[in-house]
């Protein structure tokens, strides 16, 4: 079993930027590949990007394509998400998940664990 725990997640202005990080425990972090998600209320839960286990294959959304980078250490077990030109329409809990293979995915159905989420408020 992993366990992930979120962090980084806050209030920033539009335009602002913030660095989410993910821990990750109890499974071999390096062979996964790994997501973020995002749900703002009253919606439902979306991709944001994905990285191989190797870190040399990503996705993202288009919606954040450009202003978010996906990242990983392998060596500390953790996952990042940058994201910089933030817009309101950001503003959702962050959740971030282990995908039980080395490929990337953007579907929701291929991720088996999932961290308990990280609030992202961007004011305009």
């Known amino acids: 079993q992993v366990q992930l725990v979120e962090s980084g997640g806050g209030l920033v202005q539009a335009g602002g930027s913030l660095r989410l990080s993910c821990a990750a425990s109890?499974?071999?972090?390096?062979?996964?590949?790994m997501g973020w998600f995002r749900q703002a209320p009253g919606k439902e839960r979306e991709f944001v990007a994905a990285?191989?286990?190797?870190?040399?294959?990503?996705y993202y959304a288009d919606s954040v394509k450009g202003r978010f980078t996906i990242s990983r250490d392998n060596a500390k077990n953790t996952l990042y998400l940058q994201m910089n030109s933030l817009k309101p329409e950001d503003t959702a809990v962050y959740y971030c998940?282990?995908?039980?293979?080395?490929?990337?995915?953007?579907?929701?159905?291929?991720?088996?664990?999932w961290g308990q989420g990280t609030q992202v408020t961007v004011s305009s």
């Open positions: 998940a282990v995908r039980p293979t080395s490929w990337a995915s953007s579907e929701y159905s291929g991720y088996d664990c």
């Open positions: 109890g499974r071999t972090f390096r062979m996964y590949a």
């Open positions: 990285i191989s286990s190797s870190g040399r294959t990503t």
